[in-house]
C-alpha cells in the first residue's frame, strides 16, 4: 500500500506542475489580449471571455490537483513516511494554499489586478512544486 501510495505521489507531482504551466500560459495569454482594456468588462476580443473561462477553470483543476497531491502526501506522512527533507512539507503546503490564498486575495473586481495575482500564484506554485520534487525523495 505504501509503495502504491508513494507511486501516486510521485506520478502527480508532474501533474501539478503541468497544470500550473498551462494556467500560468493561460494567465499570460490572457493578460496580452486584455493589455489597455480598463477593468470593465469590455474585452479587447471576442474571445477574451472564453479566455478568461478557460483560466478560471484551469485554476480550479490545477488547485484541485494540488490539494490531491496533499492529500496523498498526507495519508503518506501519516503512515510513517518521511520526505529526504523536512522543507518538502513547507513547499507542499504552499503548492496545497497558493491558490486559495492569492483568490482571497483578489477582489474579483479589477479584472486586469485580479489575473496578474493568480498569474503571480502559478508561478509559485510551479516554483514550490519544483523545489518539494527536488526535496521529497529520502536520501
Known sequence: M???????HSFLVWIVLLAGAVTLVCGIVLLVMRRGVADDETPPNPNAPMVKTLFQRLLIATAAIGAL????????????????????LVYGGIVLLIIPIAYVYSDQKRTRRDIIIMVVAAVLLIGAGVRALMTGAPM
Open 2 to 8: 505504501l509503495s502504491a501510495l508513494i507511486g501516486i
Open 69 to 88: 497531491e496533499a492529500l496523498v502526501g498526507g495519508l503518506l506522512f501519516f503512515s510513517g513516511a518521511r520526505p529526504g527533507d523536512q522543507l518538502h
